[in-house]
């Protein structure tokens, strides 16, 4: 509003040798106050914000330009819905990271409790199935064109998301129970003298949880947020709850897909509370009371279940 400088973010969307292979959202330097840098509107010093969004989107490819004959070509990176849902889910951290502003830099942005973390980052997640978000991002990669938001391919891309949603979901229990049970007491999962591996314990919560599973395998050797989160990845799931919940209540409520309202999920009312009530604090304030200060209420499950279609 005052056009005052919010921080800096850098962009590092594609492949290249040596990189690191997935995608993630890095604080290179925390907001904070401090009496040695930008001075905001209200006279205050703070530090702004430095973050970095890695990720390993389809690389660009040269296409013809809408304009020019096909002779002329440019740079294209032309990408996948799933890269899409990919980069704005990083780009929920960002905007956790650059828009808050703490006291104290251990406390900014994604600097927060670890099972409410990941609100902002599924709550971008949502933006990318709405009609009205989706017409205005897409672009035909040679004509330029965009997709309206009653178009077929549009429509049909939305029923698509409830595609296999159920079994996704018991994916991630699984890998939540996988996490709580490593991390545990290893006698829970340890048989007699005979040591069991984490690969059959993968497998046995496979079978527990009637999630398929290939004898022979080991993906949870890949599995980097064994390490990040450390029993803490049941958030991951945890916090789907709250950003359905964000969703239909804050911005859906406003408008677009599946909405009540007749105005818009790009509602600058919505926006401006969503940072004022929650973005704004960080990890300095209650998850709790930012939730219920958003919503009006105390948080409910419904809105989960009912975005399982």
């Known amino acids: 509003d005052d056009g005052q400088e919010l921080g800096t973010m850098y962009l590092d969307l594609h492949p290249r040798e040596g990189k690191y292979a997935h995608a993630a959202h890095f604080t290179v ?12 509107s209200s006279g205050e010093q703070y530090q702004l914000p430095i973050v970095a969004l890695v990720c390993n989107l389809s690389p660009p490819i040269s296409t013809p330009t ?26 929920g951290h960002a905007l956790h990271s650059l828009l808050s502003r703490t006291k104290f830099q251990h406390l900014s942005g994604t600097r927060a409790a670890m099972d409410f973390v990941e609100t902002p980052s599924h709550l971008m997640e949502y ?37 296999f949603r159920a079994i996704d979901v018991q994916t991630q229990v699984v890998y939540g129970m996988f996490d709580q049970t490593i991390f545990g007491d290893p006698d829970l999962w340890r048989n007699g003298t005979t040591t069991t591996t984490t690969t059959d314990v993968f497998a046995s919560l ?64 919505a926006g401006n509370a969503y940072w004022k009530e929650m973005l704004i604090h960080g990890g300095a304030k209650d ?12 948080p409910k499950v419904d809105s989960f279940f009912q975005s399982l279609g």
Request: with cysteine; hydrophobic share 30%; glycine share 8%.
């Open 29 to 40: 330097r925390c907001g904070c106050e401090s009496r040695n840098t930008n001075t905001t």
């Open 66 to 91: 809408p304009t020019t004959s096909s002779s002329t070509s440019r740079p294209t990176a032309v990408i996948s819905h799933s890269e899409v849902e990919t980069l704005y889910h990083e780009f």
């Open 206 to 269: 496979h079978r527990k949880y009637n999630v398929p599973y290939m004898d022979g395998t080991h993906w949870h050797s890949r599995f980097g947020h064994l390490v990040t989160y450390g029993a803490g990845y049941y958030s991951y799931l945890y916090a789907s709850i709250f950003s359905a919940d964000l969703w239909n209540t804050c911005f859906a409520a406003e408008g677009g897909t599946g909405g009540s309202g007749n105005g818009s999920v790009l509602s600058r009312k």
């Open 127 to 163: 933006f990318v199935w709405d009609s009205e978000f989706l017409s205005l991002i897409s672009q035909h990669y040679i004509t330029g064109e965009s997709l309206k938001p009653t178009s077929k391919r549009i429509q049909n891309l939305i029923r698509s998301r409830n595609v």
């Open 287 to 298: 998850p709790n009371l930012m939730l219920k200060a958003m919503l009006g209420r105390e």
